[in-house]
């Protein structure tokens, strides 16, 4: 039975927070293999500018290829319209079937306003989160019992120092010409140089 890691986001851009959180995950829930899926439009940011889904898709491909069990998906990317996670996770069920585990990884503050999310119950039934949490960011059991209910047993946390890293800091450091290096993989940060993407 393979057990599948959906890692989404938005990644602009991914860092190493995304990275340690991805390799986190494989190694504590025993995945076969994480799948990066960077967001086409993310739904809750519509109107928001936010960097083209090519280089995102990008940058995201140059950070994981050293790693033999991530891979990128460009299902979102190539999709039209607002990427609902729903379609998403439903098109991974069909690929692996009913018998695998999907695990779809993102951060904490997202997956607790799931339950806004498009067809949030289907959701539910066909995969299991985990909630990326920095550590210090308190969350009581009482909490996700209050919000999901008799289904707080498919949301699970994972705590990542690394996401003290943050996509929002570096798009700020960038703009202000601060340093970015350590917290990014080098290629992604040639990749933004040569683009010249996040300078105003
Ligand atoms: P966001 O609102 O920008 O991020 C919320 C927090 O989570 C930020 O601190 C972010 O840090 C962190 N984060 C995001 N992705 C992460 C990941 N994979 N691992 C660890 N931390 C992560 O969230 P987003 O990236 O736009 O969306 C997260 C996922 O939820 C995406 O796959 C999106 O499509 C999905 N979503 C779906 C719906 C829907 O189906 N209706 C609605 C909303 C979101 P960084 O900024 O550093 O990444």
């Known amino acids: ?10 990644f602009d851009p991914v860092h190493y927070g995304h990275l340690v959180t991805a390799e986190q995950a494989y190694y504590q ?4 293999k994480v799948v990066f899926v960077p967001s086409g439009q993310p739904p809750h940011k519509m109107g928001k500018q936010i960097t083209s889904r090519e280089h995102r898709y990008m940058m995201t491909v140059l950070a994981t290829t ?17 990427s609902y996670a729903i379609d998403t996770v439903r098109a991974f069920r069909d690929r692996y079937g009913y018998d695998a585990g999907l695990y779809f990884i993102t951060g904490a503050d997202a997956i607790l306003e799931m339950l806004e999310w498009k067809d949030s119950d289907a959701l539910l039934e066909l995969c299991e989160f985990i909630a990326a949490t920095r550590p210090g960011y308190a969350l009581h059991s009482d909490r996700i019992e209050q919000i999901f209910g008799h289904r707080a047993n ?47």
Do not use: C, Q
């Open 1 to 10: 039975m393979k057990r599948i890691g959906l890692m989404g986001g938005t």
């Open 29 to 32: 829930f025993d995945l076969d």
């Open 66 to 82: 050293s790693n033999p069990h991530f891979e990128v998906s460009s299902i979102e990317v190539d999709r039209s319209g607002p």
């Open 154 to 200: 498919k949301i699970h946390f994972l705590e990542v120092p690394a996401l003290a890293i943050s996509s929002t800091d570096i798009r700020e450091r960038l703009k202000d010409g601060r340093p970015i290096r350590y917290l990014l993989p080098d290629m992604v940060i040639n990749y933004i140089e040569l683009v010249g993407l996040y300078r105003e």
